[in-house]
């Protein structure tokens, strides 16, 4: 009864199961696996398993590892592109064991191998979702201070840049044109502040109107130049459903050195930001736009 079983098991389970002797020779191909490769069990039998289902890149570390694991008695779990019939890649991972003879000695590595690709992709898209401002597509905040506190290692070897933006006005568009409306302007923004960064700085979202720029090497004078730019692409008129819509930008900068806090590099950034609105509109107090 066990027997029928097993045998019942490995040709119907989805897994590829594979077993392959200390030369690499396939000595068992289980149903799935033929499907997965477009080969019948005669026609894998005997065949050296890397040149059927691993690909170029990979072949020299599959050798290896069968050949370890014969020789230790110990196989590990690994993930690794395998090929399909049509000559596809599909991510595979695999459950490894070494069989032993009734001598005790090890003969053979047995394979279990569960094709991965879709879910690996799901997780790929849902880290990188976590580290994305939803509405416009660039790096939220989480994602921003991960990356500032990376360029703030006392290891570091250069400053680091940041500037500090807030809309002006964006609270009437809101109130005017409605929320619709308000967050075209912020993708438009978003977008615009993309295409002024230079190759290696960060354009993130910290929440509502205000984005951060973190630019690695950037001193004062760089942080200036940038600025400038940024309140000339933003402050251009944004077509929306409603006409063409403009937003002023109030800017800060910082300049954080290896060994400091994000939080003391932002919140200087954020000080400054509040010194050119506050100079910018003629009043004190933070306007609410």
Same mark, same amino acid.
């Given at each position: ?24 020779? #396939? ?25 059927? +289902? ?37 991510? #595979? ?96 923004? /978003? ?44 402050? /251009? ?16 900068? /910082? ?18 930001? +509040? ?15």
């Amino acid at each position: 009864m066990d027997g029928r079983l097993a045998l019942e098991f490995l040709e119907g389970t989805d897994a590829l199961v594979c077993v392959v002797d200390g030369d690499g020779r #396939i000595l068992l191909a289980n149903p799935a696996l033929q499907r997965f490769t477009g080969r019948t069990a005669d026609q894998l039998l005997g065949r050296c398993f890397v040149d059927v +289902y691993v690909v170029p890149e990979h072949r020299e570390l599959a050798v290896d590892a069968v050949t370890r694991a014969v020789a230790t008695g110990r196989a590990h779990p690994q993930e690794g592109d395998w090929l399909t019939a049509d000559g596809g890649r599909r991510l #595979i991972s695999m459950q490894n064991n070494v069989l032993t003879g009734p001598d005790g000695r090890a003969y053979a590595v047995a394979t279990v191998g569960i094709d991965v690709t879709d879910q690996r992709q799901r997780e790929a898209q849902l880290s990188e979702r976590a580290r994305t401002d939803r509405l416009t597509g660039i790096p939220n905040r989480g994602t921003f201070f991960e990356e500032l506190a990376r360029h703030l290692d006392a290891g570091a070897d250069c400053v680091c840049g940041v500037l500090f933006c807030d809309l002006d006005g964006f609270k009437g568009v809101n109130d005017v044109h409605g929320h619709a409306v308000g967050d075209a302007v912020l993708v438009e923004v /978003a977008a615009r502040l993309r295409a002024m960064a230079a190759p290696g700085h960060l354009v993130a979202r910290l929440g509502g109107d205000e984005f951060v720029v973190l630019c690695p090497g950037c001193d004062e004078p760089a942080l200036t130049a940038l600025a400038a730019a940024a309140r000339a692409r933003v402050g /251009a008129p944004v077509p929306t459903a409603a006409g063409p819509v403009a937003v002023g930008v109030s800017i800060g900068s /910082a300049v954080g050195r290896p060994g400091e806090s994000p939080d003391e590099v932002i919140t200087r950034a954020d000080r400054a930001m +509040y010194g050119a609105k506050t100079r910018r509109h003629r009043r004190p107090g933070r306007p609410q736009d």
